[in-house]
Every structure is written in structure tokens, then in C-alpha cells.
């Protein structure tokens, strides 16, 4: 399996960005996925998540400004991102729960390799 970012780039503050993530391989199901970011010297932070329900979390930062999708028929997942702030900046990862079989324990999370969102102010 794997997870595929797309996305990312250079924006002024108070501007937009979506970001993409695709998976492939051999995947029997999708769980929950979820958008993470770190930036240097800084422990990875959960951005926005959402279950194979459509239930979504945000962090408090990003609440009102950005909004997390999927499409369970393409295994893609969306993040748009707007009225961006420099503190935004950082690499972003994509996180995905995906059970390879039916069967117990067939289970696990998997990363993206990450794309970099930079916004100038």
C-alpha cells in the first residue's frame, strides 16, 4: 500500500491550497484517515481527520479555515485549505488506517511522504 501527496506549494497568507492524497495498492478497506504536520524541531500534530463514516475532527488552528474529504471510490483524500497563515507552514502528511483483508489483524497505519505547504506573509 501506498499513500500519495499532492498539493502543496507556496501561497501568500490569506490565500488557498488543497491538498491530495491517493491510495494504491492491494486495499480491501479504508478506516480513518487524517492530515498531519510537522515542522522542524516540532512533534508531529494532527491537522484533521476523518472516519470511514464521514465524521471529521479538526485541530482548534484550523477549525473554520480548512475542511477534510474522501472518496471512498477513487481511495483519495482531500484537505482545502484556506485563509492560510504563516504559522500554517510546514510539511503535511497524509495518514491512512487500510486493512489489506478481511481478516483480523490485516490492519495498519500507513504515511504518506509528505508535502511541503509554505505560506508568506
Known amino acids: 500500500v501506498q499513500l500519495v501527496e499532492s498539493g502543496g506549494g507556496l501561497v501568500q497568507a490569506g490565500g488557498s491550497l488543497r491538498l491530495s492524497c491517493t491510495a494504491s495498492?492491494?486495499?480491501?478497506?479504508?478506516?480513518?484517515m487524517g492530515w498531519y504536520r510537522q515542522g522542524p524541531g516540532k512533534k508531529r500534530e494532527l491537522v484533521a481527520s476523518?472516519?470511514?463514516?464521514?465524521?471529521?475532527n479538526y485541530a482548534d488552528s484550523v477549525k473554520d479555515r480548512f475542511i477534510i474529504s474522501r472518496d471512498d471510490d477513487w481511495y483519495t483524500m482531500s484537505l482545502q485549505m484556506n485563509s492560510l497563515k504563516s504559522e500554517d507552514t510546514d510539511m503535511y502528511y497524509c495518514?491512512?488506517?487500510?486493512?489489506?483483508?478481511?481478516?483480523?489483524?490485516?490492519?495498519?497505519?500507513?504515511w504518506g511522504q509528505g508535502t511541503q505547504v509554505t505560506v508568506s506573509s
Open positions: 495518514n491512512a488506517n487500510i486493512a489489506t483483508g478481511p481478516f483480523e489483524g490485516l490492519e495498519r497505519d500507513y
Open positions: 495498492g492491494i486495499i480491501f478497506k479504508i478506516n480513518d
Open positions: 476523518i472516519s470511514s463514516g464521514g465524521i471529521t
